[in-house]
C-alpha cells in the first residue's frame, strides 16, 4: 500500500485548523463517493469503487496530478479511512437558515 498523508494525525496534531470528516461519516463512505487524500503534498480526489469493513478504500484518482507520483488520473489505489480529508457524496447540503427576529 502507497504512504497516503494520515489526515486524523493531522487533525489531532492541528486541530485550530485542520477539519477532517467524523468517525460517522467515514463510516459511511460508500461506492462512488468521492473522496479527497493527499500523496506527496498533492491532494486529490478518488472516486470510491470499494470499500471494506475494516475500511479499506479502493477507488480511481478522479483528477489530473500537478506532482510526479506513483500513479495517474483513472488508475486504481488503495487506502484507508483514515486517510481521508473530505467526502462528496454528490447529494446537496441542507443548510439551515435562522429566522430573524
Not at 489531532?12 to 463512505?29: C, H, K, M, S, W
Not at 468521492?34 to 471494506?52: A, D, L
Not at 479502493?58 to 483513472?74: A, E, S
Request: hydrophobic share 35%; net charge positive.
Amino acid at each position: 500500500m502507497l504512504e497516503f498523508v494520515d489526515a486524523q494525525d493531522m487533525a489531532r496534531q492541528y486541530p485550530d485548523t485542520f477539519g477532517v470528516p467524523t468517525n460517522e461519516e467515514l463510516a459511511g463512505i460508500k461506492s462512488g463517493d468521492s473522496v479527497k487524500v493527499s500523496h506527496n503534498n498533492e491532494r486529490f480526489w478518488v472516486t470510491v469503487t470499494r470499500i471494506s469493513k475494516k475500511g479499506v478504500i479502493t477507488g480511481r484518482v478522479d483528477n489530473d496530478l500537478i506532482c510526479v507520483q506513483p500513479f495517474k488520473y483513472k488508475d486504481r489505489i488503495v487506502f484507508e479511512t483514515r486517510h481521508v480529508y473530505s467526502i462528496w457524496s454528490g447529494k446537496p447540503i441542507k443548510i439551515k437558515k435562522e429566522k430573524k427576529a
